[in-house]
């Protein structure tokens, strides 16, 4: 069957090994010289993922030198505003026009307006691509999918209250005031003139509504597949090693003898203080600090890349010299909560909150905090295990999310049969209430009131979440850690089992139908498109 799915990216790794991709210079070559002729310079190859999808990597860097003419046509065309443009604005634009001229010359050489083509682009950093094809090669339907606005994520990031003022913004003039004049331009305009227009969650549809103008035609929500979730007796050997290397870590840090009894609980993400939520567990597990109800030791992980340095030498010692007996270091290093050297420790949010709570990570604390900077790519120099690897051994996340369209964390939390706690304010948390919701609707042994379930119960539990409620998310999440420390072995299987219950509900055959949708909205639109220029 031959290729019918086709991925465009920068060629970033000119001169080095991919280890994501391998060239074929058999595949598609005539094209390939023929683009060369357009000043088009690419490899080919495929994506060493399932599938083994074909990708064309583009050179955008000679578009740098016609940057100029290129914004000005298409402020001609689109009023697209790139005079404020600045940072990573230059360099996703060019790549993003760079891939509408791949796709044009790709139609032109193999293709005409007997198929049925669409040119799906995400997030601002595609935009131009999209516009450019829409005019340049009108037959092909194009869509829209934005993760998250320019404008919403800014107002929330600057710490301005989003919701509860969300109909009152102005999107063009709020892009002004945080300086995002021309993200929000592209992003905007991209929007009101594609074919289709959509994005990931209801709550980021209203997002779009407001601050963009446009209503988005279709809600696609992010699915996952199950494929890379260990199974039967590897899922539970690599839980229990996970769990051990985390242990092994915690204890040469902090001098300690914490045991697998420990209930490890854990937060990650992109390092957004307040939109991810990193500011209200971190509260919350002050809160826990000293509560008597709390019947197990807990180990809190912030897993959150930083400005680091490095892993800590003096824990590399320990761990090579200890890392079978790590109950061997009755001393704690200094600063015993983080595993790698940072750049500025002093103006660290994280560290800044750890230190003005009081939290020493005695061996007599009940509750530990340790702070993970770096990306846990498999070769972090302390860890040295991929996050998803490290997923298996926590025992609950938390995501406690102030702006989040959609929330792979949580989703990738569940599938791995950890129990997770999120909001109403992240996109899937949204979903997993309406899931819960219908459970309900389906089930006569149960009240309607029930539908706010317990974690120990559904493997998910949603706090609302607003504006001005921080007192009481950091409240619930407190309870919800509280609780689970409190649960038997058995109820804990039934929450892990309903949390891997959940995410089985997310998997991408059934989200699929979502973008059949889309797709046909947008070919029906092209068609009807080019019908009215041919009968003009």
């Known amino acids: ?51 083994r999808p074909v990708v064309v990597l583009v050179d955008f860097a000679p ?8 914004y000005g046509a298409f402020w001609t065309d689109f009023q697209v505003d790139s005079l404020h443009a600045y940072g990573d604005y230059d360099e996703a634009s060019m790549f993003s026009y760079a891939a509408g001229r791949v796709v044009e010359s790709y139609y032109n050489f193999f293709l005409n307006e007997s198929k049925r083509v669409v040119y799906q682009a995400h997030e601002w950093m595609t935009g131009l691509g999209a516009l450019y ?3 340049h090669v009108p037959a092909i339907a194009t869509i829209f999918t934005t993760h998250a606005t320019t ?15 969300l109909f009152a913004y102005n999107g063009n003039q709020m892009a002004d005031e945080l300086n995002v004049q021309s993200k929000h331009s592209i992003e905007r305009q991209t929007a009101h003139h594609v074919d289709c227009f959509t994005t990931v969650s209801d709550v980021t549809a209203r997002e779009c509504f407001e601050l963009l103008d446009k209503q988005p035609d279709v809600v696609l929500p992010n699915g996952f597949e199950m494929d890379f979730v260990p199974k039967g007796v590897t899922f539970v050997n690599r839980r229990r090693k ?9 204890n040469a840090l902090m001098g300690t003898q914490m045991t697998d009894e420990t209930l490890i609980v854990s937060t990650s993400g992109r390092y957004e203080w307040k939109n991810k939520g990193i500011d209200v567990y971190l509260e919350a597990l002050c809160r826990t600090l000293h509560d008597d109800r709390l019947q197990r030791p807990v180990l809190a992980l912030v897993e959150v890349p ?47 909150f750890i230190h003005r709570c009081g939290i020493t990570n005695r061996e007599s604390s009940r509750l530990k905090i340790m702070f993970v900077p770096c990306y846990l790519d498999g070769a972090d120099g302390i860890f040295n295990m991929h996050y998803y690897d490290l997923l298996l051994g926590l ?24 129990p997770c706690v999120t909001t109403t304010l992240a996109g899937f948390g949204l979903w997993a209430n309406e899931m819960k919701a219908n459970a309900v609707k389906a089930s006569s042994g149960r009240a309607e009131e029930d539908v706010n379930c317990y974690l120990d119960r559904d493997g998910v539990e949603v706090i609302q979440r607003t504006d001005y409620n921080y007192n009481e998310v950091a409240d619930r999440i407190r309870d919800e850690i509280i609780g689970f420390s409190q649960l038997s072995k058995k109820e804990v299987e039934v929450a892990r089992k309903a949390a891997a219950a959940l995410a089985e509900k997310a998997q991408w055959k ?27």
Not at 395 to 418: N, Q
Request: hydrophobic share 35%; charged share 25%; net charge positive.
């Open 151 to 165: 404008i919403g994520r800014s107002i929330a990031g600057n710490g301005k209250p989003l919701y509860d003022y």
């Open 242 to 250: 996970a769990r051990q290397r985390i242990l092994d870590v915690a």
């Open 510 to 536: 059934y989200f699929i139908s979502y973008y059949y949708e889309a797709y046909d909205i947008a070919l029906r639109r092209a068609q009807a498109r080019m019908a009215q220029e041919a009968a003009e």
């Open 395 to 418: 025992d609950m996340t938390v995501y406690p999310s102030y702006y989040e369209p959609w929330g792979y964390t949580p989703l990738e939390s569940v599938a791995f049969k950890v």
């Open 306 to 352: 930083a400005w680091q340095a490095g892993p800590r030498r003096e824990l590399q010692e320990r761990l090579k010299d200890g890392k079978t007996e790590p109950s061997k270091f009755s001393s704690p290093l200094h600063d015993p909560f983080i595993t790698h050297y940072l750049h500025e420790p002093g103006s660290d949010m994280t560290c800044q």
């Open 1 to 51: 069957m031959p290729d019918r799915v086709i991925f465009i990216g920068p060629d970033f790794w000119q001169g080095k090994d991919n280890p994501l991709f391998v060239e074929d210079k058999k595949l598609l070559a005539n094209w390939r010289r023929a683009a060369l002729k357009e000043n088009l310079s690419l490899r080919i190859g495929r994506w060493q993922i399932p599938g």
């Open 63 to 70: 578009f740098y030198a016609q940057r100029n003419d290129i």
């Open 133 to 135: 094809i829409h005019k």
